[in-house]
């Protein structure tokens, strides 16, 4: 019983979770480029509009971590430490 609450904790929540230090959109960013084949330059432009979009996003994620702080869900500290540095 005790497994089947925390299967549907996760169902239901686990978007207030959206960055470890593991991963996280704070990952995937340096990531990107690398991930991407550049062979046209609108493969360039799309990147760049990617980048220019980044301030945004994080914005919205800042968002969600405080609704998850009001909720009282929120990731154990150790899962966090070498996040914050990296955004």
């Known amino acids: 019983m005790k497994r089947e609450k925390h299967w549907c904790f996760l169902l239901l929540f686990s978007f207030l979770f959206p960055i470890n230090y593991m991963e996280g959109v704070h990952i995937d960013f340096q990531r990107l480029a690398e991930w ?52």
């Open 36 to 87: 991407v084949t550049f062979k046209t330059a609108k493969d360039y432009e799309d990147m760049i509009s990617r980048y220019e979009k980044f301030d945004k996003l994080a914005k919205e994620i800042v968002e969600v971590l405080k609704e998850g702080v009001k909720m009282g869900k929120v990731n154990h500290a150790i899962s966090m430490v070498r996040s914050c540095g990296r955004i």
